[in-house]
């Protein structure tokens, strides 16, 4: 289990490295040509939807990986009735995104011109449909081909955007519209792809199948809105407390910082269904400590080097205008390192059939967060809003050990902190690599 875990999570961290790469330059492009305002409300436009679909997708994702590892359903069927499930959710968020926009748009999205948000809208449907099938090959675990897909989408970002900036065509219309763009290229090449692998489709309503979606989906449905708004509801209450020029500062540390992160998804990217399909209790409970234990550690010295040239790189990427950025970046950082622990811990529990712990604890977490913002941006501004997310991050992260823990029956050391057998693997590839 450990050996082809690794081969996968190796894939998909190359993969998201050089999505990352490529997502960092495209953030470059942008802030460069768009400015600090530009690039806040470019930011707000891209969250409305995004925003959207976490409120609307109902946990499908992950009721897919779920449902494909029990083996209860084929994978024709999960197919075609997900492609109904895009229909329907697209349909309804669309129209709630309207009602938003007519009736709150000028209060919740200050600064934002109506047209980008309507225009943002035509993300949904795409973006679901990207979400749903995607996850049909993470299930059937064909994990490169996964990665081929998420990386195709951003490389088509990125290609249009380099189409723009030749032009000198960069404006906040045309990066949102390259940006649905992306999703529609990469989805046409996902639909036929997946086909392949499910050999066939099923455009058949499956009643079971709804069911059982929806009701593993709910559970973890309210946990994936809590997650999102951790993430993201900072964003917005610095827009409504300050302004689209602040949102731009912060923007770009928020998005620097989660740069860290692509370790630890890479590597939850795999961890979920593996444990989903896991059904020796052994080996379960020994699997997870881990890779915990090992992705903190590493972690740990990316978020190092990067407090350390954190002034050195934004100066270099985004020039001497988002020096604003430069302070938040380096506490959310501290953040982020528990957020990758979290999330290994979390998806074990999701695996186990108990998604509804992990929405107490995001719950939680998110007041906390929201109270903090509250308190904190009008009197710190941009940093207050970086110290509110990582302090909700932490004690997130503290709750989910704990439980954990008291679940699986692993030691809080062993989950956290380096065992001598991982010093001992750190030492056989550093020998290999001479």
Not at 227 to 245: A, E, K
Not at 380 to 401: C, E, K, Q
């Amino acid at each position: 289990m450990i050996g082809k875990f690794t081969k996968d999570t190796f894939i998909t961290f190359i993969t998201r490295v050089l999505g990352t790469i490529l997502g960092i330059i495209i953030s470059i492009i942008i802030a460069r040509t768009l400015g600090p305002k530009g690039k806040g409300i470019y930011s707000l436009s891209i969250l409305f939807p995004s925003l959207l679909v976490t409120l609307t997708n109902f946990g499908i994702t992950a009721a897919t990986i779920f449902n494909i590892g029990k083996k209860k359903y084929s994978s024709i069927e999960i197919f075609g009735n997900n492609i109904s499930f895009t229909i329907f959710i697209s349909t309804f968020a669309i129209l709630i995104g309207l009602m938003i926009i007519f009736w709150g748009g000028n209060k919740l999205f200050a600064g934002v011109e109506r047209g980008y948000l309507i225009l943002s809208l035509s993300l949904i449907p795409f973006t679901l449909f990207f979400n749903f099938i995607s996850h049909i090959l993470l299930g059937l675990q064909k994990i490169k081909k996964y990665n081929i897909i998420e990386f195709l989408q951003i490389f088509s970002f990125f290609i249009l955007i380099m189409i723009l900036l030749i032009r000198a065509n960069i404006s906040i219309k045309a990066t949102i519209t390259a940006y649905i763009l992306s999703f529609v290229l990469a989805g046409i090449s996902l639909f036929f792809i997946t086909k392949k692998e499910t050999k066939g489709i099923s455009l058949k309503f499956n009643k079971g199948y709804f069911k059982d979606a929806f009701s593993f989906g709910i559970k973890i449905h309210l946990a994936s809105i809590f997650s999102f708004l951790h993430y993201r509801i900072d964003m917005w209450l610095v827009n409504f407390f300050l302004n689209p020029i602040a949102t731009g500062f912060y923007s770009v540390a928020v998005g620097l910082a989660e740069g860290i992160l692509l370790f630890s998804q890479a590597v939850a990217t795999v961890h979920f269904p593996k444990v989903a399909s896991e059904v020796n209790q052994k080996s379960l409970k020994e699997f997870t400590p881990i890779v915990c234990r090992n992705v903190l550690f590493i972690t740990l010295l990316l978020i190092t080097l990067l407090y350390i040239s954190a002034s050195w790189l934004i100066i270099l990427f985004y020039s001497q205008k988002f020096l604003n950025s430069i302070s938040p970046f380096r506490v959310l950082l501290i953040g982020l390192l528990t957020i990758t622990g979290w999330r290994i811990l979390a998806n074990d529990l999701t695996a186990r059939g108990k998604p509804l712990l992990n929405t107490y604890i995001i719950g939680i977490s998110v007041a906390l967060n929201i109270m903090l913002n509250i308190i904190l941006i009008p009197q710190l501004g941009i940093l207050g809003a970086a110290w509110a997310s990582t302090v909700s991050y932490t004690f997130m992260f503290m709750i989910t050990v704990f439980i954990y823990t008291k679940i699986s029956g692993n030691k809080i050391k062993d989950v956290v902190f380096l065992q001598k057998s991982d010093f001992n693997f750190y030492k056989k590839l550093c020998w290999i690599l001479k």
